[in-house]
């Protein structure tokens, strides 16, 4: 491998905890694996549950006794554009432990990587004109009612490992900006952008407790979800993992937003070109390995369709260069883990045993030894009742389902455990708009995969709860509260805060 592989860390071996950096009180380090070589790419410090106490009680101080929650909004937008700032700062460190720890390739990491900061930079103008306070009519006999949103509180903030730095932001942004502090616990497998944000938070002397990293595998998760001290979870990772969490929050009544796991659909419509359908399906497939959440891993086709579509997008991701992430013409690295290679590989034996008609892939690339590479893969001739139909591969597996007509294709879309993202492909926006309004799911685009953050993203069903990004994505870290006044307040005078 050419690529770069010096981790950029400046302090991998402690935790960010009330604006230091510290040692894991067990003592342990987690070993990062570089999931094209097999090799150690960095050790990170090993937080537990003392050192998860330890976080939430700097987040709890500085939420009761801090000055954060008691900023104007537009003083924490402010913070907000330097955090931003120094975020930028470090985009080419963002962009080279993204393919080191999880297998993107580095061309879409860089072009990725200066876009961090937007999140921060788009939260800090939403806080600016959010309105935190509104006069409302009231029934209630007194002179002024006001519908007052405040900071739900301490914020725990989980992420997964295939695309840590976006999904943090998605977090940690909207959470600073309604006034609550976080502790973001990163994934064991790619801890280094939660590290970076708080090299990041740290080089702008962010308040201490405002921003508390660790880096912990999945017991210190199930101690912050349970700790009384953390008002709420912000969590993505699977569905399984999501239920979990949920029930732990619920015996305590813990607020919570999830984006969780997703099988979408790309409905192809009798008008639209197979050609074409295939060939955009096939220019996002081989993103991040498949490894997206959004991705849309089936395609449901017209009967009479079915053949040439599974042949043009065969022909499509036959043709994807499998390899080195570093090297610029690589289109598609590794899977992020040895675990995950297991699991995708044993969803392709499941489909063949099934009956389903493998086109392409399905194997290790012949020229790769090493690494926890897969080729693209499609399968024809899948039953839509088949686990490769049903279940989450993430990974770079399509699976295409013939359907004898529109209304079959929207049934088969549906009946989905999950609701994250849809795709309808045809010429007519009419039609387009009609069946997006049938699909069950949070995003539903038109002849493409297509995300808008700055609106909102979630799902339907096992896909999630809550949305993220956008003004949707403010409104889970506030508490709504009515106050009925008999005059106006001077505070009042000073505009939304």
Same mark, same amino acid.
């Given at each position: 491998?050419?690529?770069?592989?010096?981790?950029?860390?400046?302090?991998?071996?402690?935790?960010?905890?009330?604006?230091?950096?510290?040692?894991?009180?067990?003592?342990?380090?987690?070993?990062?694996?570089?999931?094209?070589?097999?090799?150690?790419?960095?050790?990170?410090?090993?937080?537990?549950?003392?050192?998860? +106490?330890?976080?939430?009680?700097?987040? @709890?101080?500085?939420?009761?006794?801090?000055?954060?929650?008691?900023?104007?909004?537009?003083?924490?937008?402010?913070?907000?554009?330097?955090?931003?700032?120094?975020?930028?700062?470090?985009?080419?460190?963002?962009?080279?432990?993204?393919?080191?720890?999880?297998?993107?390739?580095?061309?879409? $990491?860089?072009?990725?990587?200066?876009?961090?900061?937007?999140?921060?930079?788009?939260?800090?103008?939403?806080?600016?004109?959010?309105?935190? #306070?509104?006069?409302?009519?009231?029934?209630?006999? +007194?002179?002024?009612?006001?519908?007052?949103?405040? =900071? #739900?509180?301490?914020?725990? $903030?989980?992420?997964?490992?295939?695309?840590?730095?976006?999904?943090?932001?998605?977090?940690?942004?909207?959470?600073?900006?309604?006034?609550?502090?976080?502790?973001?616990?990163?994934?064991?497998?790619?801890?280094?952008?939660?590290?970076? !944000?708080?090299?990041?938070?740290?080089?702008?002397? !962010?308040?201490?407790?405002?921003?508390?990293?660790?880096?912990?595998?999945?017991?210190?998760?199930?101690?912050?979800?349970?700790?009384?001290?953390?008002?709420?979870?912000?969590?993505?990772?699977?569905?399984?993992?999501?239920?979990?969490?949920?029930?732990?929050?619920?015996?305590? %009544?813990?607020?919570?937003?999830?984006?969780?796991?997703?099988?979408?659909?790309?409905?192809?419509?009798?008008?639209?070109?197979?050609?074409?359908?295939?060939?955009?399906?096939?220019?996002?497939?081989?993103? %991040?390995?498949?490894?997206?959440?959004?991705?849309?891993?089936?395609?449901?086709? =017209?009967?009479?369709?079915?053949?040439?579509?599974?042949?043009?997008?065969?022909?499509?991701?036959?043709? &994807?260069?499998?390899?080195?992430?570093?090297?610029?013409?690589?289109?598609?690295?590794? !899977? $992020?883990?040895?675990?995950?290679?297991? !699991?995708?590989?044993?969803?392709?034996?499941?489909?063949?045993?099934?009956?389903?008609?493998?086109?392409?892939?399905?194997? @290790?690339?012949?020229?790769?030894?090493?690494?926890?590479?897969?080729?693209?893969?499609?399968?024809?001739?899948?039953?839509?009742?088949?686990?490769?139909?049903?279940?989450? &591969?993430?990974?770079?597996?399509?699976?295409?389902?013939? $359907?004898?007509?529109?209304?079959?294709?929207?049934?088969?879309?549906?009946?989905?455990?999950?609701?994250?993202?849809?795709?309808?492909?045809?010429?007519?926006?009419?039609?387009?708009?009609?069946?997006?309004?049938?699909?069950?799911?949070?995003?539903?685009?038109?002849? +493409?995969?297509?995300?808008?953050?700055?609106?909102?993203?979630?799902?339907?069903?096992?896909?999630?709860?809550?949305?993220?990004?956008?003004?949707?994505?403010?409104?889970?870290?506030?508490?709504?509260?009515?106050?009925?006044?008999?005059?106006?307040?001077?505070?009042?005078?000073?505009?939304?805060?």
């Amino acid at each position: 491998m050419t690529g770069p592989n010096v981790s950029p860390l400046a302090h991998p071996d402690r935790l960010y905890i009330g604006g230091a950096w510290v040692p894991a009180s067990s003592g342990r380090k987690i070993r990062v694996v570089n999931p094209a070589t097999e090799e150690t790419y960095v050790e990170v410090a090993e937080a537990d549950e003392n050192d998860v +106490a330890r976080a939430v009680a700097a987040a @709890r101080e500085a939420f009761d006794n801090g000055p954060w929650p008691r900023l104007s909004p537009v003083e924490r937008a402010e913070w907000l554009r330097r955090l931003a700032d120094a975020i930028d700062a470090r985009a080419d460190d963002f962009s080279t432990v993204w393919p080191n720890e999880m297998g993107i390739v580095h061309a879409m $990491a860089k072009a990725m990587a200066p876009g961090f900061s937007y999140t921060y930079r788009s939260y800090a103008q939403i806080t600016e004109r959010f309105a935190f #306070v509104e006069e409302h009519p009231t029934i209630s006999g +007194a002179k002024l009612g006001l519908l007052v949103r405040e =900071p #739900v509180g301490v914020v725990g $903030a989980i992420v997964p490992w295939n695309a840590p730095a976006a999904l943090a932001a998605l977090k940690v942004a909207p959470a600073l900006a309604a006034g609550c502090t976080v502790v973001l616990k990163a994934s064991p497998e790619a801890p280094s952008h939660a590290l970076l !944000l708080a090299e990041a938070a740290d080089s702008i002397d !962010l308040p201490p407790g405002v921003l508390n990293v660790i880096t912990a595998d999945r017991d210190a998760s199930e101690a912050m979800v349970r700790d009384e001290r953390v008002d709420k979870i912000s969590f993505t990772g699977s569905s399984v993992a999501g239920c979990r969490i949920a029930s732990l929050l619920g015996g305590r %009544m813990a607020r919570y937003t999830m984006e969780l796991g997703g099988k979408s659909a790309a409905i192809i419509l009798d008008d639209y070109d197979v050609e074409a359908a295939a060939t955009a399906l096939a220019k996002r497939a081989p993103d %991040m390995t498949g490894q997206v959440c959004a991705a849309l891993t089936r395609a449901i086709v =017209p009967r009479a369709k079915h053949d040439a579509f599974v042949e043009a997008l065969a022909a499509a991701l036959a043709k &994807v260069k499998v390899g080195d992430p570093f090297d610029p013409a690589t289109r598609m690295g590794p !899977l $992020a883990t040895e675990r995950q290679r297991g !699991l995708v590989e044993g969803f392709i034996s499941e489909a063949r045993a099934s009956g389903a008609v493998l086109a392409t892939g399905g194997g @290790r690339p012949s020229h790769l030894e090493r690494g926890f590479f897969i080729e693209p893969t499609v399968f024809g001739h899948v039953d839509p009742a088949s686990s490769i139909a049903c279940e989450e &591969v993430f990974g770079p597996v399509l699976s295409v389902i013939a $359907a004898d007509s529109e209304e079959d294709a929207v049934r088969i879309a549906n009946a989905s455990r999950y609701g994250l993202n849809n795709a309808v492909f045809t010429n007519d926006v009419d039609r387009a708009y009609r069946i997006a309004r049938e699909l069950r799911s949070g995003t539903v685009g038109h002849n +493409a995969q297509r995300l808008d953050f700055s609106i909102a993203f979630g799902g339907f069903k096992r896909s999630g709860v809550g949305r993220e990004g956008g003004v949707e994505g403010l409104l889970p870290y506030l508490e709504s509260k009515t106050v009925l006044l008999q005059d106006r307040p001077a505070a009042l005078a000073g505009g939304n805060n």
